[in-house]
């Protein structure tokens, strides 16, 4: 069973498309996260949620919209994409603060989003 | 300020040998977080480590082992005995403070493992 499952896995679109990845956890956590790898390797925290609530917002466009029904999925939304965008984008999953952050973070495979 | 900071952008090692790899950080919280995780070339990211700021002890985790000195402000990662499967980027991350897990980055470290 997959722990942090991301979907989906490639998505080529063009530029000025609005486009969703969707992630799911069944692990049980309470905290999800989106982040940004990008060409060189870089990996960069866009958002987490807690219990449906946004936690963190790191300064990411506007065009960027994550939404989470439920504790279990964290999905991003994209509004009018630019190729600046492309990348690779991960979901993860944790327990949450307090002891549990002892606890690591777990990763999805990852959806790699190339913009045309 | 970088927070993390990874100087070796690639590293090379034969097999069976043993390699650190360098990770200096930079916060003012006296609680803090430090992992290690692994990104093969099929881009998953795997964890390896983990060491809290008041562990007593280096982590170790079977092949892998943590050199934690808190007074120079680094975390490396030992691996022993390297093995071909050993290849892949390395990445050093910290979470500041007891709060939600807000992992910062280094820039990582690039693994050979030569036979």
């Known amino acids: 069973d997959t722990a942090v499952s991301q979907t989906p896995k490639y998505l080529v679109t063009q530029m000025g498309n609005d486009k969703s990845i969707k992630c799911e956890q069944n692990l049980g956590h309470d905290t999800m996260y989106w982040y940004k790898q990008d060409s060189k390797k870089f990996l960069k925290i866009m958002f987490s949620?807690?219990?449906?609530?946004?936690?963190i917002n790191e300064t990411v466009p506007n065009r960027f919209s994550p939404k989470s029904p439920d504790k279990a999925h964290l999905n991003l939304h994209i509004n009018s994409l630019e190729l600046g965008d492309s990348a690779v984008y991960f979901c993860a999953s944790s327990p949450g603060q307090g002891l549990n952050s002892r606890q690591p973070q777990h990763f999805g495979d990852g959806t790699r989003l190339s913009i045309l | 300020a970088q927070k993390i900071t990874q100087t070796q952008p690639g590293m090379f090692v034969q097999e069976k040998e043993a390699v650190t790899l360098d990770c200096t950080y930079d916060t003012s919280d006296q609680s803090y977080g430090l992992f290690w995780y692994k990104q093969p070339s099929s881009g998953e990211m795997i964890f390896l480590i983990y060491?809290?700021?008041?562990?007593?002890q280096n982590a170790t985790e079977g092949r892998y082992s943590l050199n934690f000195q808190k007074a120079r402000k680094s975390a490396n990662l030992v691996i022993s005995a390297s093995q071909l499967g050993d290849s892949a980027m390395y990445f050093c991350a910290m979470r500041e403070g007891w709060s939600f897990q807000k992992l910062v980055f280094g820039t990582g470290t690039r693994l050979l493992v030569s036979p």
């Open positions: 060491q809290g700021s008041y562990d007593e």
């Open positions: 949620y807690n219990n449906k609530e946004l936690i």
